[in-house]
């Protein structure tokens, strides 16, 4: 079959690789953020996982079980975990299992999820945000620019 950058010169995001041979740069870049969510919940007895209302999944684009990380505004910690569905409405940020040890109900969080991007791609990436009201319903969704403002928030 065909080899990808075969029989030509450098491809836009790809690198020479320690054997010479072209490959491809991808970049981890942040996917999703939901800002300011707050803990419903705390459930130390159940599988470790970030019980989400299914709506924030949806408004965020953050799937089942896909990786996460969890920013505590309260304590400063910072975790990874995945994240399940709660039900839609509900307004549940559960912490479960061990993390569960990692906040108290009322703390904000900060969900943020990233994925790998190829770099060529980079800079029309958009993640989406999602802004909560005072009951963890979806108040606003953003497309966020690549580029940092001044004063921007994690």
């Known amino acids: 079959g065909a080899v990808p950058g075969a029989g030509g010169g450098p491809r836009p995001g790809g690198v020479r690789g320690f054997r010479g041979e072209e490959e491809d ?8 953020k939901l800002h300011r969510v707050t803990v419903t919940e705390t459930r130390l007895d159940y599988e470790g996982s970030l019980s989400l209302d299914e709506r924030l999944l949806e408004a965020s ?18 975790f990874d975990t995945y994240a399940i569905p709660a039900p839609a409405g509900s307004g549940t940020v559960g912490l ?3 993390a569960a040890r990692l906040g108290h109900v009322g703390d904000p969080l900060i969900v943020l999820a990233y994925a790998l991007v190829p770099e060529e791609a980079a800079s ?17 969704v953003r497309a966020e620019p690549v580029a940092a403002s001044p004063g921007g928030s994690p």
């Open 25 to 32: 740069v991808y970049l981890t870049l942040l996917k999703a």
């Open 61 to 78: 684009g953050i799937l089942p079980f896909e990786k996460v990380e969890v920013v505590n505004l309260n304590t400063g910690d910072r």
């Open 96 to 98: 479960n299992g061990g």
């Open 124 to 140: 029309g990436h958009r993640p989406r945000v999602v802004l909560v009201d005072g009951r963890n319903g979806v108040r606003e």
